[in-house]
């Protein structure tokens, strides 16, 4: 599926919809270049998910944890901001496969850096910069 978005705003509408056909262990990987709106996205996920806490980028912690209900199952929302790691170590020291393995909702930026750690199951979510207000976002489930 692929949609155009004109303000941050209508990208978060976009994410909020997509969290209507989430389910426990969804994995949602987003790629695009530094201002392309993958944390807006992610603003939108969280607050589709009810989620109140301000979502920033975890951008030196990598992984921030966000507790959320979801049909009255205490769930965790994982967000995570892979930008700033290099080494293998720096993936590996987050326990990946632990957490994608969780009955919890995760969601990584620059998900391309651990492309061969990714679930095959998962949603995959590329942001385009058209300009300054326009962005192309194209939504793939793998199943
Ligand atoms: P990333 O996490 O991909 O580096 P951010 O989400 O932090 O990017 O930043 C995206 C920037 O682009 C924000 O300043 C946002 O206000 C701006 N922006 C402008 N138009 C859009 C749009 N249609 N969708 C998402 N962000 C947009
Ligand atoms: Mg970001």
Redesign the pocket.
Same mark, same amino acid.
């Given at each position: 599926m692929e949609i155009k978005?004109? *303000?941050?705003k209508?990208?978060q509408k976009v994410a909020q919809r997509l969290t209507q056909d989430l389910v426990p262990g969804d994995v949602i990987a987003?790629y695009?270049?530094?201002?392309?709106? /993958?944390?807006?996205?992610?603003q939108g996920l969280a607050k589709g998910l009810k989620i109140k806490r301000n979502i920033t *980028?975890p951008t030196f912690v990598f992984m921030r944890s966000y507790p959320f209900t979801f049909k009255k199952k205490l769930l965790t929302f994982y967000h995570l901001?892979l930008y700033r790691g290099e080494e293998k170590s720096d993936f590996e020291s987050l326990g990946l496969q632990e957490v994608f393995s969780q009955d919890a909702i995760i969601v990584l930026?620059w998900a391309e850096k651990i492309k061969n750690s990714l679930p095959k199951k998962r949603v995959d979510i590329s942001?385009e /910069?058209i300009d300054? /207000? /326009?962005?192309r976002i194209k939504i793939e489930r793998h199943r």
């Open positions: 978005t004109n *303000s941050p209508e990208t987003l695009g270049d530094l201002g392309a709106g /993958k944390t807006v996205f992610v *980028s901001d930026e942001i /910069k300054e /207000k /326009k962005r």
